[in-house]
Protein backbone atom coordinates (compact mmCIF):
# COMPACT_ATOMS: atom_id res chain seq x y z
CA UNK A 1 0.00 0.00 0.00
CA UNK A 2 1.42 3.72 -0.92
CA UNK A 3 1.62 5.56 1.76
CA UNK A 4 0.39 9.55 0.85
CA UNK A 5 0.33 12.34 2.88
CA UNK A 6 -3.43 11.72 2.80
CA UNK A 7 -3.53 8.96 4.24
CA UNK A 8 -1.38 9.73 7.36
CA UNK A 9 -3.44 12.85 8.19
CA UNK A 10 -6.57 10.04 7.90
CA UNK A 11 -4.72 8.16 10.39
CA UNK A 12 -4.06 11.30 12.67
CA UNK A 13 -7.25 12.39 12.83
CA UNK A 14 -8.30 9.19 13.72
CA UNK A 15 -5.86 8.26 16.47
CA UNK A 16 -7.06 11.93 17.53
CA UNK A 17 -10.43 11.43 18.04
CA UNK A 18 -10.13 8.44 19.68
CA UNK A 19 -7.72 9.32 22.04
CA UNK A 20 -10.36 12.61 22.55
CA UNK A 21 -13.15 9.87 23.68
CA UNK A 22 -10.53 7.84 25.85
CA UNK A 23 -9.86 11.50 27.68
CA UNK A 24 -13.92 12.32 27.61
CA UNK A 25 -14.98 9.44 29.37
CA UNK A 26 -11.70 9.06 32.01
CA UNK A 27 -12.77 12.62 32.76
CA UNK A 28 -9.88 14.47 31.14
CA UNK A 29 -5.42 13.75 30.43
CA UNK A 30 -3.62 12.01 33.44
CA UNK A 31 -1.69 14.76 33.85
CA UNK A 32 -4.63 17.33 34.92
CA UNK A 33 -5.66 17.53 38.39
CA UNK A 34 -8.76 15.84 39.12
CA UNK A 35 -12.03 17.65 38.43
CA UNK A 36 -15.29 17.69 40.27
CA UNK A 37 -18.75 19.75 40.97
CA UNK A 38 -17.74 21.24 44.22
CA UNK A 39 -14.75 23.02 46.02
CA UNK A 40 -11.80 24.55 44.37
CA UNK A 41 -12.09 21.39 41.80
CA UNK A 42 -15.57 22.68 40.94
CA UNK A 43 -17.25 23.64 37.41
CA UNK A 44 -16.08 27.43 37.88
CA UNK A 45 -12.72 26.57 38.16
CA UNK A 46 -12.46 23.81 35.31
CA UNK A 47 -10.77 26.29 32.66
CA UNK A 48 -8.21 26.63 35.03
CA UNK A 49 -7.18 23.28 36.39
CA UNK A 50 -5.19 22.40 32.97
CA UNK A 51 -4.51 23.89 29.77
CA UNK A 52 -6.62 20.91 27.98
CA UNK A 53 -9.18 22.11 29.57
CA UNK A 54 -9.37 25.76 28.76
CA UNK A 55 -12.60 25.59 26.50
CA UNK A 56 -14.43 24.92 29.90
CA UNK A 57 -13.92 29.13 30.54
CA UNK A 58 -13.18 30.59 26.88
CA UNK A 59 -15.96 28.13 25.18
CA UNK A 60 -18.19 30.03 23.03
CA UNK A 61 -20.56 26.87 22.87
CA UNK A 62 -20.58 25.38 26.13
CA UNK A 63 -23.41 22.90 27.91
CA UNK A 64 -24.99 22.84 29.20
CA UNK A 65 -27.98 25.41 28.32
CA UNK A 66 -31.44 26.54 29.01
CA UNK A 67 -33.61 25.51 26.40
CA UNK A 68 -35.58 29.18 25.97
CA UNK A 69 -38.52 28.60 24.16
CA UNK A 70 -38.91 32.05 22.99
CA UNK A 71 -35.23 31.88 22.05
CA UNK A 72 -36.38 28.91 19.46
CA UNK A 73 -37.94 28.05 16.37
CA UNK A 74 -39.83 25.54 14.79
CA UNK A 75 -37.40 24.20 11.72
CA UNK A 76 -38.96 22.75 8.80
CA UNK A 77 -36.35 21.19 6.98
CA UNK A 78 -35.51 19.10 10.29
CA UNK A 79 -36.74 15.42 9.92
CA UNK A 80 -37.28 12.75 12.52
CA UNK A 81 -34.55 11.13 14.12
CA UNK A 82 -33.76 7.07 12.95
CA UNK A 83 -32.78 5.36 16.67
CA UNK A 84 -31.33 1.78 15.16
CA UNK A 85 -31.49 0.30 18.57
CA UNK A 86 -31.76 -3.25 19.06
CA UNK A 87 -34.69 -4.77 20.19
CA UNK A 88 -34.73 -6.15 23.95
CA UNK A 89 -36.73 -8.98 25.18
CA UNK A 90 -36.62 -8.85 28.73
CA UNK A 91 -38.82 -12.38 29.43
CA UNK A 92 -35.85 -13.86 27.31
CA UNK A 93 -32.15 -14.87 28.98
CA UNK A 94 -29.83 -15.70 27.08
CA UNK A 95 -25.96 -15.20 25.96
CA UNK A 96 -26.95 -11.75 23.87
CA UNK A 97 -24.72 -9.35 25.32
CA UNK A 98 -28.15 -6.90 24.57
CA UNK A 99 -30.42 -9.02 27.12
CA UNK A 100 -27.96 -9.45 29.70
CA UNK A 101 -24.76 -8.38 31.66
CA UNK A 102 -23.07 -9.31 34.62
CA UNK A 103 -21.27 -5.95 35.80
CA UNK A 104 -18.96 -4.88 38.39
CA UNK A 105 -20.38 -0.91 39.66
CA UNK A 106 -17.15 1.22 41.19
CA UNK A 107 -18.08 3.74 44.03
CA UNK A 108 -14.48 4.94 43.93
CA UNK A 109 -12.30 7.13 41.58
CA UNK A 110 -11.13 4.58 39.47
CA UNK A 111 -11.90 4.12 36.10
CA UNK A 112 -11.82 0.28 36.15
CA UNK A 113 -14.18 -1.31 33.76
CA UNK A 114 -14.69 -5.15 34.27
CA UNK A 115 -17.29 -7.33 32.76
CA UNK A 116 -18.45 -11.28 31.74
CA UNK A 117 -19.71 -9.28 28.32
CA UNK A 118 -17.79 -6.11 27.50
CA UNK A 119 -19.70 -3.70 28.91
CA UNK A 120 -19.80 -1.98 32.62
CA UNK A 121 -22.09 -0.95 34.67
CA UNK A 122 -20.04 1.86 36.69
CA UNK A 123 -20.39 4.57 39.56
CA UNK A 124 -16.39 6.59 38.13
CA UNK A 125 -16.88 9.69 40.82
CA UNK A 126 -18.53 12.04 38.61
CA UNK A 127 -21.43 9.53 37.72
CA UNK A 128 -22.61 6.58 36.97
CA UNK A 129 -22.35 5.28 33.90
CA UNK A 130 -22.60 1.83 31.48
CA UNK A 131 -20.66 1.69 28.75
CA UNK A 132 -22.67 0.42 25.47
CA UNK A 133 -21.04 -2.65 22.99
CA UNK A 134 -21.05 -1.95 19.19
CA UNK A 135 -24.08 -1.98 17.14
CA UNK A 136 -26.42 0.66 18.03
CA UNK A 137 -26.91 3.98 16.25
CA UNK A 138 -28.79 7.30 15.43
CA UNK A 139 -28.96 8.84 11.90
CA UNK A 140 -31.02 11.72 10.38
CA UNK A 141 -32.60 14.73 11.38
CA UNK A 142 -29.54 17.55 12.14
CA UNK A 143 -27.20 14.42 11.32
CA UNK A 144 -28.50 13.73 8.51
CA UNK A 145 -27.24 10.26 6.69
CA UNK A 146 -24.20 10.44 9.28
CA UNK A 147 -23.86 7.76 11.66
CA UNK A 148 -23.55 8.28 15.25
CA UNK A 149 -22.82 4.98 17.35
CA UNK A 150 -23.41 4.43 20.68
CA UNK A 151 -20.63 4.77 23.01
CA UNK A 152 -22.17 4.70 26.41
CA UNK A 153 -24.93 6.46 28.91
CA UNK A 154 -25.00 8.03 31.79
CA UNK A 155 -27.07 10.46 34.16
CA UNK A 156 -26.77 14.01 36.24
CA UNK A 157 -29.21 14.44 38.91
CA UNK A 158 -30.92 17.09 38.87
CA UNK A 159 -30.49 17.82 35.03
CA UNK A 160 -27.81 19.44 33.42
CA UNK A 161 -30.24 21.28 30.61
CA UNK A 162 -33.06 23.32 31.57
CA UNK A 163 -36.45 23.90 29.83
CA UNK A 164 -37.66 27.74 30.37
CA UNK A 165 -35.87 27.35 33.06
CA UNK A 166 -37.19 25.01 35.67
CA UNK A 167 -34.88 21.82 36.51
CA UNK A 168 -35.71 18.44 36.42
CA UNK A 169 -34.85 15.59 38.76
CA UNK A 170 -32.78 13.67 36.49
CA UNK A 171 -31.38 13.78 32.91
CA UNK A 172 -29.61 10.79 31.12
CA UNK A 173 -27.29 11.53 28.40
CA UNK A 174 -26.62 8.86 25.69
CA UNK A 175 -23.29 9.77 23.86
CA UNK A 176 -22.97 8.78 20.11
CA UNK A 177 -19.80 9.13 18.37
CA UNK A 178 -19.39 9.40 14.47
CA UNK A 179 -16.26 7.36 12.50
CA UNK A 180 -14.75 11.07 12.01
CA UNK A 181 -14.94 11.42 15.94
CA UNK A 182 -17.65 13.96 16.24
CA UNK A 183 -20.07 13.28 18.99
CA UNK A 184 -23.85 13.87 19.39
CA UNK A 185 -25.31 13.65 22.81
CA UNK A 186 -29.62 12.49 23.16
CA UNK A 187 -30.86 14.22 26.32
CA UNK A 188 -33.68 12.78 28.01
CA UNK A 189 -35.40 14.36 31.02
CA UNK A 190 -37.69 12.67 33.79
CA UNK A 191 -39.92 14.00 36.37
CA UNK A 192 -41.75 12.71 39.39
CA UNK A 193 -44.91 10.72 38.76
CA UNK A 194 -45.82 8.21 41.60
CA UNK A 195 -48.34 7.09 39.78
CA UNK A 196 -45.89 5.83 36.77
CA UNK A 197 -43.24 3.37 37.09
CA UNK A 198 -40.48 3.47 34.52
CA UNK A 199 -39.81 0.55 32.96
CA UNK A 200 -36.30 1.85 31.73
CA UNK A 201 -34.91 3.18 35.08
CA UNK A 202 -36.58 -0.06 37.35
CA UNK A 203 -34.03 -2.64 36.54
CA UNK A 204 -31.06 0.31 37.26
CA UNK A 205 -32.10 2.11 40.15
CA UNK A 206 -32.52 -1.47 42.03
CA UNK A 207 -28.70 -2.10 41.23
CA UNK A 208 -27.14 1.17 41.65
CA UNK A 209 -24.03 0.76 43.94
CA UNK A 210 -24.28 -0.20 47.92
CA UNK A 211 -20.95 -1.25 48.66
CA UNK A 212 -17.99 -0.82 46.43
CA UNK A 213 -16.43 -3.18 44.17
CA UNK A 214 -19.36 -5.16 44.14
CA UNK A 215 -20.33 -7.68 41.01
CA UNK A 216 -24.18 -7.16 40.18
CA UNK A 217 -26.19 -8.95 37.34
CA UNK A 218 -28.25 -6.02 35.83
CA UNK A 219 -31.03 -6.57 33.64
CA UNK A 220 -30.06 -4.52 29.98
CA UNK A 221 -32.45 -1.36 29.67
CA UNK A 222 -34.41 -1.56 26.53
CA UNK A 223 -32.77 1.79 24.85
CA UNK A 224 -34.82 1.27 22.38
CA UNK A 225 -38.30 1.37 23.90
CA UNK A 226 -37.33 4.85 25.88
CA UNK A 227 -36.32 6.67 22.60
CA UNK A 228 -39.38 5.56 21.15
CA UNK A 229 -40.98 6.83 23.93
CA UNK A 230 -39.56 10.26 24.40
CA UNK A 231 -38.65 11.48 21.21
CA UNK A 232 -42.42 11.11 19.78
CA UNK A 233 -43.32 14.30 20.28
CA UNK A 234 -39.43 15.60 18.33
CA UNK A 235 -37.15 17.19 20.02
CA UNK A 236 -35.03 20.24 20.49
CA UNK A 237 -31.49 20.72 18.81
CA UNK A 238 -28.34 22.83 18.92
CA UNK A 239 -24.53 22.75 19.15
CA UNK A 240 -22.76 22.48 22.33
CA UNK A 241 -19.82 20.76 24.24
CA UNK A 242 -19.58 18.39 26.56
CA UNK A 243 -20.61 19.11 30.24
CA UNK A 244 -17.90 17.75 31.72
CA UNK A 245 -13.50 18.21 31.09
CA UNK A 246 -12.18 18.83 28.75
CA UNK A 247 -15.74 20.96 27.40
CA UNK A 248 -15.22 19.69 23.47
CA UNK A 249 -17.24 21.55 21.86
CA UNK A 250 -18.89 20.79 18.24
CA UNK A 251 -21.37 18.62 19.98
CA UNK A 252 -24.81 18.12 18.27
CA UNK A 253 -27.47 17.87 21.00
CA UNK A 254 -30.92 16.43 20.47
CA UNK A 255 -33.14 17.09 23.54
CA UNK A 256 -36.41 14.95 24.01
CA UNK A 257 -39.18 17.58 23.84
CA UNK A 258 -41.25 14.79 26.44
CA UNK A 259 -40.21 14.52 29.51
CA UNK A 260 -40.66 10.79 30.61
CA UNK A 261 -41.95 9.65 34.17
CA UNK A 262 -40.82 7.46 37.03
CA UNK A 263 -41.43 7.40 40.67
CA UNK A 264 -39.82 9.96 43.44
CA UNK A 265 -37.93 6.31 45.02
CA UNK A 266 -36.78 5.88 41.47
CA UNK A 267 -35.35 9.31 41.04
CA UNK A 268 -34.30 9.48 44.60
CA UNK A 269 -32.13 6.06 43.89
CA UNK A 270 -30.20 8.43 41.34
CA UNK A 271 -30.10 11.36 43.45
CA UNK A 272 -28.58 9.72 46.33
CA UNK A 273 -25.80 8.07 44.58
CA UNK A 274 -25.06 10.89 42.22
CA UNK A 275 -24.75 14.07 44.40
CA UNK A 276 -25.81 16.78 42.44
CA UNK A 277 -23.15 16.01 39.89
CA UNK A 278 -24.88 19.24 37.22
CA UNK A 279 -22.39 21.65 35.85
CA UNK A 280 -24.31 25.07 36.05
CA UNK A 281 -25.76 26.60 32.73
CA UNK A 282 -24.23 28.64 30.61
CA UNK A 283 -24.58 31.36 27.94
CA UNK A 284 -26.35 30.90 24.99
CA UNK A 285 -24.49 33.68 22.99
CA UNK A 286 -25.36 33.93 18.74
CA UNK A 287 -26.56 29.77 19.01
CA UNK A 288 -30.24 29.33 17.65
CA UNK A 289 -32.07 26.59 19.88
CA UNK A 290 -34.15 24.97 16.60
CA UNK A 291 -36.88 22.57 17.22
CA UNK A 292 -38.34 19.71 15.13
CA UNK A 293 -42.34 19.07 15.51
CA UNK A 294 -43.56 15.79 13.61
CA UNK A 295 -46.33 16.44 11.49
CA UNK A 296 -49.65 15.54 13.25
CA UNK A 297 -52.36 13.01 11.00
CA UNK A 298 -56.14 14.63 11.06
CA UNK A 299 -57.96 11.60 13.06
CA UNK A 300 -61.64 12.14 13.63
CA UNK A 301 -63.87 9.68 15.99
CA UNK A 302 -66.59 8.25 14.97
CA UNK A 303 -68.51 10.11 17.25
CA UNK A 304 -67.71 13.41 15.90
CA UNK A 305 -68.16 11.73 12.52
CA UNK A 306 -71.77 10.61 13.52
CA UNK A 307 -72.40 14.09 15.10
CA UNK A 308 -71.04 15.82 12.26
CA UNK A 309 -73.45 13.81 9.56
CA UNK A 310 -76.41 14.49 11.74
CA UNK A 311 -75.34 18.20 12.17
CA UNK A 312 -75.82 18.56 8.70
CA UNK A 313 -78.52 16.61 7.99
CA UNK A 314 -80.48 18.91 10.24
CA UNK A 315 -79.20 22.09 8.24
CA UNK A 316 -80.38 20.70 5.40
CA UNK A 317 -83.57 20.01 6.70
CA UNK A 318 -84.05 23.67 8.14
CA UNK A 319 -82.98 24.81 4.47
CA UNK A 320 -85.83 22.60 2.90
CA UNK A 321 -88.31 24.07 5.45
CA UNK A 322 -87.70 27.61 4.92
CA UNK A 323 -87.61 27.07 1.29
CA UNK A 324 -91.36 25.28 1.19
CA UNK A 325 -92.69 27.73 3.52
CA UNK A 326 -91.24 30.66 1.47
CA UNK A 327 -93.18 29.04 -1.34
CA UNK A 328 -96.06 28.53 0.07
CA UNK A 329 -96.34 31.97 1.44
CA UNK A 330 -96.03 33.39 -2.28
CA UNK A 331 -98.26 30.80 -3.51
CA UNK A 332 -95.74 29.22 -6.15
CA UNK A 333 -96.16 25.93 -4.97
Not at 156 to 177: C, F, G, R, T, W
Not at 301 to 307: E, G, M, N, T
Request: hydrophobic share 40%; proline share 7%.
Amino acid sequence: MKITSSNLFVAFLLVVSSYSLLVAAAGGPSDCPPWGYFGTNGPQYWGNLCPAYALCATGEEQSPINIDPYASAVDPTLSNLDFHYIAVDLNTNNDNPHRRREATIFRTKRETTTTTSGTAWQYNGHTVQMNWPPGDYVTAGPLEERQFNLVQFHFHAPSENHYNDKSYPLEIHMVHQADDGTYAVVAIFFEANNSVSSTFLTALHTNLPIEEEVPVEIQTPDLRKLVADSFVDGYWYFMGSLTTPPCTEGIYWLAATKVMQATQAELNGFAGVLLQNERPRQPLNERVIRQYVPPRETKFSPLIIVLSSLFLVIMLGIIFIFIVRYKLSHGTF
